[in-house]
């Protein structure tokens, strides 16, 4: 889980192809241009572009639950404590793994394997080979716009710290997810 934001803004570029140039030499050109996240697989980023797809949502920091009898797997919300509301930041992003055990780290492996990722997360659609959204900060060039397009949690969510653990299951939303 990465609720911190690294940026490392490629924002597409729009060419416009020179009145002289031929369209398919534009063309090929394009396909040189695109960013990272289109040219890239995602075991082919490096770290800054891997955590600059991190939009700060926060999402995956909401606690889930798991139906024992089905396997499903509900969102809540109730946030992890280490997770600054007012910011969208972990509070211990460095020593997230060895406070909170079950804080995934993630890698391209994880992000093809892990079915409880939000739907909107940038490296499950990645690895789904979706599109990132116009409210992507890469796309947009400001993190204002997780916020606007009512993606990022902050504000929105409860401290596990506020609730006991035997009534989170009255917190089961989909409206976040
Ligand atoms: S859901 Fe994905 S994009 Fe959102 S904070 Fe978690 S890792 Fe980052
Ligand atoms: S420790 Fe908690 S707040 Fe920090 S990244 Fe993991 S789930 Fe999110």
């Given at each position: 889980?990465?609720?911190?934001?690294?940026?490392?803004?490629?924002?597409k570029l729009l060419y416009k192809p020179p009145s002289n140039q031929d369209p398919s030499e534009?063309?090929?050109?394009?396909?040189?241009?695109?960013?990272?996240?289109?040219?890239?697989?995602?075991d082919e980023m490096n770290k800054q572009e891997w955590e600059s797809l991190c939009d700060g949502c926060a999402r995956c920091c909401l606690q889930k639950l798991e139906d024992i009898d089905t396997g499903d797997i509900y969102y809540t919300q109730i946030v992890c404590q280490?997770?600054?509301?007012?910011?969208?930041?972990c509070?211990?992003?460095?020593?997230?793994?060895?406070?909170?055990p079950t804080c995934v780290s993630l890698t391209p492996e994880k992000t093809r394997e892990l079915n409880w990722m939000p739907d909107t997360c940038a490296y499950r659609l990645l690895a789904e080979n979706k599109p990132l959204p116009a409210w992507h900060p890469l796309i947009s060039g400001t993190p204002?716009?997780?916020i606007a397009a009512g993606i990022s949690i902050r504000g929105q969510a409860i401290s596990e710290a506020d609730v006991p653990e035997d009534e989170w299951e009255s917190y089961i939303t989909e409206k976040l997810i």
């Open positions: 889980m990465l609720p911190r934001l690294l940026f490392c803004c490629s924002p534009f063309s090929r050109m394009n396909k040189i241009k695109k960013p990272f996240w289109e040219s890239k697989s995602l280490l997770l600054d509301q007012k910011t969208g930041n509070c211990q992003y460095e020593k997230r793994s060895e406070l909170v204002d716009t997780v």
